[in-house]
């Protein structure tokens, strides 16, 4: 069991480049004990971000812009102060559709 806080200020982060978003890592699954993992998405519009299915339960919160999340065959407009859980296995995607969005994903594991 991981018994140290973990702080991870605006601006610190582990940057990761994406074709569609740059995505920092705020808090990994080695600060939680594999439980969950935490990212910031910075994505401008564009195409929508490749489709998968992971091991894991999936949330989006919305801090500025709009998204539309694809779970399934259902699609989801969200806005700032908006949120979606995506249950494990659920074959999801985003498409921002504001100029640009910034939002929250948490990956949560079994």
């Given at each position: 069991m991981t018994e140290s806080v973990h702080l991870s200020n605006a601006g610190s982060g582990v940057e990761h480049a994406a074709p569609d978003a740059t995505v920092t890592v705020k808090i990994g699954a080695e600060h939680t004990d594999g439980?969950?993992?935490?990212?910031?998405?910075?994505?401008a519009r564009g195409e929508p971000a490749p489709p998968r299915t992971e091991p894991c339960s999936k949330a989006f919160y919305v801090l500025h812009g709009?998204?539309?999340?694809?779970a399934g065959d259902q699609g989801y407009d969200l806005?700032?102060?908006?949120?979606?859980?995506i249950p494990v296995g659920t074959l999801n995607t985003f498409t921002?559709?504001?100029p640009a969005a910034k939002f929250l994903t948490v990956r949560a594991f079994s």
């Open positions: 439980q969950y993992e935490l990212f910031e998405v910075d994505a709009r998204i539309l999340v694809q806005g700032p102060g908006s949120s979606i859980s921002v559709l504001t």
